[in-house]
């Protein structure tokens, strides 16, 4: 497929290099071509896996903290369970399963969804019906009410830009790491450029105002209206100075710069913009911390335990595997961190 190569190709012949975040806005987002825009990208036959689709479990824990968030908001009667890239509406489906026996929590909730995969969005109708989703199309869109705000891997696809420090003791030389072409192939540019001997030794920043201006709008919402936010991801607190763009296509890695549009493309996370974003829009924060301590704290083990004792052999293995696959630190247990945001004045928030 090559139709958004080479729009890509005629942007950059016309205008000159292109921003990291605005190839990866084009190859998610485009609206004809964009991966995001076409097809649903997960499961064993897709390009990746996230945790709801490893085991019903996530689902249930995440469903589990919304509960415990809205008791500690005092069981407001009307409030809005809102997702941010839903995916296949496992994530919900198994939360909203899990937290079905408690009283007035299902009939207090209004569900709200922020998606741009129309493949997804129907997949997620399907499974959520009985809650009948409404859908933004802008988030500036969200009522006035008590919020509770779930985001797992969705801010790894928000677009990022790149600097470049040649030296990390000149902090004034910052050039931009743009996409520019080299004959007909897509290559990495630094502008203005940086002598060849330098570039050995360079130090990439990453930064995300996209993030930025939504976890800013999410975190005064619930400071003013009540509730709370809590993002899972994969990333970092300190910046490791390295690239962390990546491709992902059929499980593997891919290369960047090749095929738009067909890999799925991400960054790591930056919690620590993330948290401070939050503050300074006058939200607490809470974390961030591991994923599997997350879980665990959440009351994971017990859960799995539970689901064993009523499980034959082959399935009481899975559920171990997926135990391990969720929280161990060799796995998704300290790569993928929790962060919360909530209205300062909310006490008893789970997990943290
Ligand atoms: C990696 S998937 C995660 C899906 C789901 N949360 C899960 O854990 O399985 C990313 C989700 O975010 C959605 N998404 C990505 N970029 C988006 C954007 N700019 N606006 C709305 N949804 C977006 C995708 O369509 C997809 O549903």
Redesign the pocket.
Known sequence: MTGLIDHIRNIIREKGPISVAYYMELA??HPVYGY?KRHD??GVGGD?I????ISQMFGEMIGLWCAEVWRAMGSPEKFILL??????G??LQDALRATSKINNFHKSLRLFM????ET?CAMQKEKLREFNPVYLDDIGDLPEEPTIVI????F???PIYQMVQPSANDLDAWSERKIGMDGDNLVFVNIPSIPCAENEKVIIREFSP?SSVLVHFLAEHVAKNGGAGLIIDYGYVSPSGFSTLQAVSGHRRAEVLENPGEV?L?AHVDFAAIGKEALSAGAQVLGPTGQGEFLRAMGIEIRAEMLQRQALPLEAEEITSALSRLTDETQMGELFKAICFADPSLRGIPGF
Do not use: I, W
């Open positions: 998610l987002q995001y990208p997960l990746f996230t945790a709801p689709e997702e941010l890239g839903s995916g296949r496992t994530l922020l998606e741009s995969n997804l985001a797992n891997e969705f790894d696809a928000m996209v799925d991400t």
